[in-house]
């Protein structure tokens, strides 16, 4: 950090920085004041101190104006996320799907359907899916990402590997021994053409359980 790893300290520097931020705003969106909300947050993080980062993350999604430029509409799909991680540090898994959700459709809604990025926040939205052991939506938002990276690439691409090996992984859990194999098969490929050689090591051992 910036205050010499001292967290405490760059609390203090974050919280008098937010005050200026909010005092020249003049109640207009400041992206400056966005970005300084999310720093706080992180730091609150930093210190277990969750709670209090919560109410500085939904503050910040509500400045942002979608409609004035891109840059407003990505800074509210940052805070859907970031609050997203905070409400799952806390094991608020409902809530923590349901701030990616709300990031992910500002996010898509700026970019559009087949941008490379919703498909890796669609991987992601599927991975919280499945931590909250719910298989048949993390399986649509897994399958959506993988259309995605697919219709951007000509050959099989890293992102398509980690979409394959992700709906392997639920195929494996829903019992589709069978459909989960030849996405760990599909995704050991793609790793191979990309160089990773030793990430493939670990699909070649899913592949043989």
Known sequence: MSSGDNPHKALELALQAMKLFEKFSNGNPSLELVMCLHVTAAIYCSLGQYNEAIPMLEHSIEIPDTGESQQHALAKF???????????????????????????????????????????????????????????????????????????????????????????????TKGNHEAALEHLVLASMAMVANGQEVEVASVDCSIGD
Do not use: K
Request: net charge negative; aromatic share 6%.
């Open 78 to 172: 940052a805070g859907h996320m970031q609050l997203g991680d905070t409400y799952a540090m806390l094991g608020q898994l409902e809530n923590s799907i349901m701030c990616y959700t709300a990031g992910f459709e500002v996010q898509r809604g700026i970019l559009g359907e087949t941008d490379p990025r919703v498909g890796e926040t669609c991987r992601y939205l599927a991975e919280a899916n499945v931590q909250a052991l719910q298989f048949n939506e993390a399986e649509r938002l897994c399958q959506m990402a993988l259309d995605i990276h697919r219709a951007n690439s000509s050959a099989p691409s890293i992102e398509e590997a980690a979409d394959r090996r992700l709906m392997g992984l639920i195929y494996e």
